[in-house]
């Protein structure tokens, strides 16, 4: 049976790589200290960034295999599972690692912008992968905040600790903008299959059935994760995946109104609207006129 560890402290996975603790709250690994070991289960309690530099094991988040190959960038937020699947031989882990715990930067500046980094909730194929240089860049900024480790603690350590975190979390948003935009073949058929699924979202009824669709629906039709999709559509489009769904929305809609023997309560539950009056302040919201407004306007000219 495949081991499970629990990691809720920063001492905890320290102990586990045969590494020593500097910080209780943070710390920096090289992997090549640890001990060979087999596959396992790992469950989060602290921030965690993985450098992946050779392949050492199948790394599984849920039942999908990340997008995981060298020079491979990936992040778990407290709370997360990690599977490593070998189970045949012992292997002998490589890479450096960045681990840090959520009460690190409580009250910071930091702990206030970490939603920004959506990259902690993507899952399986959404890798950060690096060019050469990107990696130089990672590691020297390991390589900064494993040097503050090393001096005495004193009252500028967490600030000058915790900056440097937020440094390496806004490159990687730049790496992230820089991998969106060299996969763009990719993303595009993504776009497009988002559309198709928009698309016959409406024509099959669904949104009668089931409701408005929603970011999460879509996502999970492309597997992906909600945040990965939202970003990847928010880079190729300008919009937000939500937005994006708001349009569509609006512009049938519009379509619908054309259509004098559709009443406006028909319209509203035929785009899955509960309620026709949801249906109204939605539309005023976007349109700046009620369907009803909106109708006699077109009728008037």
């Given amino acids: 049976m495949k081991n499970t560890f629990n990691f809720n402290t920063v001492q905890e996975y320290n102990d586990f790589n045969n590494h020593e603790t500097l910080h209780p709250m943070v710390s920096v690994l090289n992997f090549s200290k640890a ?21 050492c094991g199948d790394l599984k988040y849920g039942r999908e295999l990340y997008d995981y190959q060298d020079r491979t960038l990936v992040f778990f937020a407290p709370g997360q599972v990690v599977n490593i699947d070998n189970d045949v031989i012992q292997y002998q882990p490589m890479g450096h690692g960045l681990v840090f715990h959520p009460d690190l930067i409580l009250g910071t500046s930091l702990a206030k912008k970490m939603d920004r980094y959506n990259f902690f909730s993507y899952s399986s194929n959404e890798a950060l992968h690096l060019s050469a240089k990107e990696r130089k860049l990672v590691l020297d900024c390991f390589s900064k905040i494993e040097y503050e480790l090393q001096q005495s603690i004193d009252k500028h350590s967490r600030e000058i600790i915790v900056s440097n975190i937020e440094l390496f979390l806004n490159y990687c948003i730049r790496f992230y903008d820089r991998q ?5 073949n990719v993303n595009r058929g993504v776009l497009a299959n988002f559309e198709d699924l928009l698309n016959e979202y409406f024509r099959s009824g669904k949104s009668k059935e089931i409701g408005m669709p929603s970011v999460a629906y879509f996502a999970d039709q492309l597997h992906l994760s909600a945040n990965y999709f939202g ?9 937000s995946a939500l937005e994006y769904i708001q349009a569509r929305i609006i512009e049938m809609a519009k379509e619908k109104i ?29 349109v700046g006129s009620s369907p009803t407004e909106f109708r006699q306007m077109i009728a008037a000219n």
């Fill in 231 to 239: 970003d990847l559509i928010k880079k190729d489009t300008g919009k």
């Fill in 180 to 184: 969106f935009i060299t996969r763009e």
């Fill in 258 to 286: 054309y259509d004098y023997n559709l009443s406006l309560s028909e319209i509203a539950y035929d785009l899955g609207f509960k309620y026709p009056q949801h249906f109204t302040r939605f539309f005023k919201k976007h």
């Fill in 35 to 55: 001990i060979p070991r087999m596959g396992s289960r790992m469950n989060f309690g602290i921030y965690a960034i993985f450098l992946k530099e050779v392949d």
